[in-house]
């Protein structure tokens, strides 16, 4: 409990930045360019994960940073970018076990179990399927087929026998926008007019 009270007092003084930048670089300004880019590139890695103070939490970083920095934890070898944001992955975390999600006042209906399918549409997606090689067929089925930790398991059954996870994905995304496009041209057809 200490050494978080001692993190959260911890903020950046003159001397501790004079360390920091002699540690992001020799020459100052060459230094000074990589704080700024560092600073800018960890509130975009807060706002990319739906932070709403990305700013404060860049800073919160770099104090961290620096106070590891000036102790003389962290040495001239280690990759400075890496380091920042394994230390940011930390305030991160820490972030999301202290924020009060706002409570939620819209009373937002269940989704459907079930998507309301017309025939004609069930039609045309059985058509779509049956277009389908018999492997990418069941590739496609088994990998939306299961939920939770069963879902986990099957597709890295799926990506052992395609070529590694990226393949797999690459795969199916391929074969899903083929049945997409099959599927809107049949709706298409049947209804004799075009969709937007």
């Known amino acids: 409990m200490r050494d978080r009270v001692m993190k959260m007092d911890w903020s950046l003084t003159p001397e501790s930045l004079e360390k920091l930048l002699d ?20 509130a975009g890695f807060f706002t990319w994960r739906g932070c709403h103070i990305p700013e ?25 970018t890496a380091y920042c944001l394994g230390v940011a992955k930390n305030v991160l975390h ?6 009060n999600p706002a409570s939620v006042t819209v009373d937002i209906p269940a989704p459907s179990p079930e998507p309301d399918w017309k025939e004609r549409e069930l039609a045309c997606l059985d058509g779509c399927l049956d277009r ?22 099957a597709r890295k059954e799926l990506a052992d026998g395609e ?27 049947d209804e004799g007019a075009p969709l937007q």
């Open 23 to 42: 540690w992001l670089d020799p020459d100052r300004d060459e230094a000074w360019k990589k704080f700024q880019q560092h600073k800018k590139r960890l």
């Open 94 to 99: 820490e972030y999301w076990r202290d924020v």
């Open 163 to 189: 070529g590694g996870p990226n393949a797999l994905r690459i795969k199916v995304f391929r074969i899903r926008n083929a049945l997409r496009d099959c599927f809107f041209a049949c709706i298409q057809q």
């Open 132 to 153: 389908l090689s018999q492997h990418d067929r069941d590739l496609v089925t088994r990998y939306h087929q299961y939920g939770g930790r069963e879902k986990i398991r």
């Open 56 to 80: 404060d939490l860049a800073d919160k970083t770099i104090d961290r940073v620096s106070k590891k920095v000036a102790s003389g934890a962290v040495g001239q070898s280690v990759n400075r």
